[in-house]
């Protein structure tokens, strides 16, 4: 039983289109890991990153750890003081903030701390 000369030649196609066949698949196959693994995955840690960015004191916030409070100030650019319940405020990293249920309208540096009343027309205005 041995291997005719006519079964061991290749079919004749050129060198150069069967390495493309080859490398078609694995490209492919990376095209479409990019699009629905990779993507989402730097568009979802673009977006976290910007909703950190963006916590102002007013926000109410939940922590990793399952704590919703009111951030009540910001300490640096990564720390945060929430307050849990009133009269009991925590230092929170900026980080552990997992979610923001409800952003304020109003300024940072606002120093009084009285909530913003919905006037006519659905915007928040300051009491006076």
């Known amino acids: 039983m041995f291997i005719t000369p006519a079964y061991a030649q290749s079919l004749g196609f050129g060198g150069a289109s069967s390495t493309l066949v080859q490398i078609a698949p694995l490209a492919l196959i990376f095209v479409v890991f990019y699009f629905f693994l990779i993507r989402p995955q730097q568009q979802k840690a673009r977006d976290q990153k910007t909703m950190l960015s963006g916590i102002r004191r007013g926000d109410r916030v939940v922590t990793g750890g399952g704590f919703i409070g009111t951030v009540a100030k910001v300490v640096g650019d990564d720390e945060l003081l929430v307050e849990l ?25 606002d120093d009084d701390d009285e909530p913003a009343e919905t006037g006519a027309g659905g915007k928040a205005t300051k009491k006076n």
């Open 85 to 109: 319940a009133e009269g009991v405020r925590v230092r929170a990293l900026r980080s552990t903030v997992v979610s923001v249920l409800a952003k304020t309208g109003g300024r940072d540096d």
